[in-house]
């Protein structure tokens, strides 16, 4: 498979000599910041993920803003070490260096976020850093120090490759609101809704509940519903909280 041949210091000179003054401001700091570190990574490899994340389809993206997973507006991490970065090799007729296909490609990334995390360098629109960090975790074959784990090792996280970090947390913040209110438990109505727990739900109750979380949500939303998520001070004898 061509795609794990090493870039040669022709192709890599040819493809990325624009490329490294246009990131010189960050190339740069990075090499600084590399100096005296056990962990290096080749300086031409950071310039990728700089070029591979402003190339992709979505706007108003840049090297220093990262989502774990796919936003309207930022790259996911996988995303990029795994596609971006090789499809902008293939357009500029040089070969996806070989340690991007494999999961040291995952550890350069992570390199590159202690960087920009270290250096202040990191969005403040972009997901936490232990959050970018999960992908590599979960898939991308590093353990928690961001080092190769073991061929049998299992992942040290478990998998929320296909959950949005911020919209998830909101989301799970507005249920568990919703639930105190109604004297639920939030895990009770998330087994519900998969089918998993003591009883599955028939669905004249899910959709009960589906409305009902429904409605409040949107309660909620337009000022809050009375007497949640605490009693007023003084409550009006015809709307109790606990009604």
């Not at 190769?148 to 970090?165: F, K, Q, S, W």
Request: proline share 9%.
């Amino acid at each position: 498979m061509t795609h794990l041949i090493p870039l040669s210091p022709w192709d890599s000179y040819r493809a990325l000599g624009p490329i490294r003054d246009v990131y010189s401001h960050l190339l740069v700091a990075a090499a600084r910041w590399q100096d005296g570190r056990e962990r290096r990574t080749d300086p031409d490899h950071f310039a990728l993920i700089c070029v591979a994340s402003d190339a992709g389809f979505v706007r108003e993206v840049s090297p220093t803003r990262w989502t774990r997973t796919a936003m309207d507006k930022f790259w996911a991490v996988y995303h990029v070490l795994r596609c971006d970065v090789p499809n902008w090799c293939s357009l500029h007729g040089c070969l996806w260096p070989v340690d991007l296909a494999e999961a040291r490609g995952n550890s350069m990334g992570w390199q590159w976020f202690d960087f920009l995390t270290e250096t202040d360098r990191l969005d403040g629109a972009s997901d936490p850093l232990a959050e970018l960090r999960k992908p590599l975790l979960c898939y991308g074959g590093l353990d928690r120090h961001g080092r190769l784990r073991g061929e049998d090792a299992p992942a040290p996280v478990e998998c929320e490759c296909h959950l949005p970090y911020r919209a998830t947390v909101q989301l799970l913040n507005r249920l568990g609101q919703q639930c105190e209110y109604h004297g639920r438990r939030p895990l009770d109505v998330l087994r519900a809704f998969v089918g998993d727990g003591p009883r599955h739900p028939d669905p004249a109750e899910l959709e009960t509940l589906r409305t009902e979380l429904r409605d409040d949500l949107r309660d909620i939303e337009q000022g809050g519903i009375s007497g949640f998520p605490y009693p007023p001070d003084d409550p009006s004898p015809d709307d109790p909280p606990w009604r």
